[in-house]
């Protein structure tokens, strides 16, 4: 991989199920090299792995929504109350236009609610409301735009990967029950099967805008693979940024985190699908 990386950039651009992505590239590849040959930067909206002595560097760019938004910083967001400027995609692309090969992916920011949309030309006007599928067809248009515009196949590499799926409730692949992702130890089993989470108008409304692209984006379709394991997220066994309550803590399924990876683990195979693409 270090040699398909030499002299290049590589960089992810999503929300924190990208960052887990990143993170794995980083864990499978960091360890041949020297300690004094690497480095990392401090965590902000850009952050960067670099390997000295192949001039290469694995980066991520904190970009939730892809275009201009008020969830742009790492830290500070909520997802509750999102403002997108849905024809803005230039203060970031400003951040991604020079890397080599490109990650990205979008999603579960627009699963919740609706977002407010603020248009250029309307700097000081009322924020119209879109419900989440439409307002992510408005933002991947505008990334769809940079990437129909900007991207020369033969000199930069772009990819988009699709929905990861989430495990919070076990009623789907085991009717009758009532957990969710934790203390589940093994994958399913029943060939092709799909969580109700993993929304269908959006994997199709995203296989219309990465088909109209043709050969200046690979789809990496992680989705119906990584359905299967209800067994991958962290579920108790992470960092809690809050602490727990003790009701909480008397019932683990309650903040078990059914969203994210383990690592080794699932985000390290899609990596390898990647590494097969370049
Ligand atoms: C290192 O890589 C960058 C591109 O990321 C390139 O512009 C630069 O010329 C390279 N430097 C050397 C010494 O190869
Ligand atoms: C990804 O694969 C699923 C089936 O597993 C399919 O329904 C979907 O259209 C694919 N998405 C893309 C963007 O290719």
Redesign the pocket.
């Known amino acids: 991989m270090w040699e398909k990386l030499r ?3 590589l960089m992810f651009v999503g929300d924190s199920l990208n960052r887990g992505q990143w993170i794995s590239m980083v864990c499978l590849l960091q360890s041949v090299i020297p300690a004094d040959k690497k480095s990392m930067t401090p965590n902000a909206q850009l952050t960067i792995f670099r390997a000295e002595e192949y ?1 290469a560097t694995v980066e991520f760019l904190w970009a939730p929504l892809l275009v201009e938004s008020n969830s742009d910083d790492p830290v500070n967001h909520r997802l509750s109350e999102r403002i997108i400027r849905p024809d803005s995609v230039l203060k970031h692309s400003s951040q991604w236009e020079h890397a080599d090969i490109l990650i990205f992916n979008s999603y579960l920011w627009w699963r919740q609610g609706p977002v407010k949309l603020l248009w250029s030309s309307e700097e000081n006007g009322n924020c119209e409301e879109l419900d989440g599928l439409g307002a992510m067809e408005l933002a991947m248009g505008a990334w769809a735009d940079w990437v129909a515009s900007k991207v020369i196949p033969q000199k930069k590499r772009v990819f988009f990967v699709t929905t990861s799926p989430t495990h919070f409730w076990s009623q789907e692949w085991e009717p009758g029950s009532e957990g969710n992702c934790y203390n589940q130890m093994r994958p399913i089993t029943s060939e092709g099967y799909w969580g109700s989470a993993s929304d269908l108008p959006t994997m199709r409304m995203v296989d219309k805008v990465l088909s109209g692209l043709g050969s200046k984006v690979s789809v990496i379709n992680i989705t119906q693979l990584s359905e299967y394991r209800k067994d991958g997220h962290p579920s108790i066994y992470r960092k809690f940024w809050e602490t727990l309550s003790p009701q909480q803590l008397a019932n683990p399924a309650s903040y078990s985190d059914c969203i994210h990876w383990c690592l080794p683990g699932v985000p390290d195979v899609w990596n390898e699908l990647i590494f097969h693409f370049l």
């Open positions: 002299g290049k950039r001039n």
